[in-house]
């Protein structure tokens, strides 16, 4: 199984004694798998998002981004998990139920 992700962020702040951020975060992702007993599988995707934020630049641009960018990555992952794993999962075991294991998955 192979898999790909590339996270890309871009912030552009306009200064004053407060600026205005501008977060652009983009996720891609790819999953491929070639197994025997599976099958070939093949999964791509990307969610982009955006956030502005009003911050005063006494503590600094790099705080300020940074901390944009780690807010906006982890609602990117907990997107991600929910949505492309979570319903890929759901998918592939309504499609392709294992014969040995029962997978159960929660309740909507």
């Known amino acids: ?6 996270i890309i962020d871009m912030v ?13 975060s983009t996720v ?10 599976s099958g070939t599988f093949s ?6 998002r955006q956030m502005n934020m009003h911050l005063s ?3 600094g641009h790099l705080c300020n981004m ?3 960018i780690e807010e ?9 998990d929910q949505v492309y ?8 075991c309504t499609l392709r139920p294992p014969s040995e294991v029962v997978m159960r998955l929660p309740d909507s």
Do not use: A, C, W
Not at 85 to 92: A, D, R, Y
């Open 57 to 59: 630049v006494q503590e």
């Open 12 to 24: 552009g702040p306009e200064e004053e004694g407060t600026s205005h951020y501008r977060l652009t």
């Open 72 to 80: 906006m990555e982890s609602k990117l992952r907990n997107s991600l």
């Open 43 to 48: 999964l791509s995707g990307s969610i982009r």
């Open 85 to 92: 794993f979570g319903k890929t999962k759901e998918m592939v």
């Open 28 to 37: 891609m992702l790819s999953l491929t798998t070639d197994n025997e007993s």
């Open 1 to 6: 199984m192979q898999t790909l992700t590339d």
């Open 66 to 68: 940074g901390r944009m």
